[in-house]
């Protein structure tokens, strides 16, 4: 048996100290949900003219629940509030009204409603970055924004985050484990117009770059990737949701969402399918390139 290594005692509290910390961060992050997910801050194409600017890293830190702002105005379905100072009171009734018609639209084009009101914060991002996040467990999203950008980009990205909270409605909590891959494919999917740029689906939109071999493997996570790689995988996942429900239909689509394990690839495909994800990714491109 090695012997034990000769520890000063004078480094015995910060070691135990350490130890501790560690202990007590497995403790607090056991059975907790996976964390939200962001939408990438260049997520919805063609980028607008005007201000885009990229987010720094760690600003800012998101929150469950508005911080500031009024009480905008209730729609069937909506509780919005606006960050003080980034509207005016016209720009605010515009808004509410563009939200209104894109929780309309992506309830049609995924299928289901909503099973209680979402709120919506719609904060002001002192750095001009733009991203959403959806924490449908209290069925609250959010979108931070500035002045300088065009507030139909903000309207982009909840449109995104709406399915979020459609998808968690509809699978349950088995959502917020689901394949990383079909979570945001569904959202990116889901938001349809408000993320196509003008193209009819997202199958002739990631077309030019699977031909140009710009494509990234479906499997990859975005965790390390640019930004804009980040944003290309949303598009070619929604591309690859759209493959298998044109395909196989939704009610297998159904079933496999609610197999994942919270990691890019991990849903049933074979049990599903009949088909590995890899044989699946396969179909995919050549189904985008119309072989």
Known sequence: MAPFPNIPRHALGPIALASLLVILAWLFTMGRPPPPRFVPSTAVQPLPAGAERPLPDGVPTPTPVPLTGHYGTRVEGLHIVVADGLLSEQG???LVADLDQALQYVVRRFGSGPKGQINTYVGLEPACGLHGI???EVRTVQVFTCRELPVGRAV????H????QLCHDRYGDLHLKADLVLVEGVATWGAGTYWLGGAPDFRTFVRPWLE?????PLHESYVGL???DMNKLYYQWASFVEFLIDTYGREQFDRLYITGQNYPASSDYLGVYGKRFDELEVDWKAWVLGR
């Open 134 to 136: 959806a924490y449908t």
């Open 226 to 228: 640019p930004v804009s």
């Open 212 to 216: 140009k071999g710009e494509d990234i």
């Open 92 to 94: 605010q009734a515009s």
């Open 156 to 159: 982009n990205i909840l449109a």
């Open 161 to 164: 985050e709406y399915v979020h």
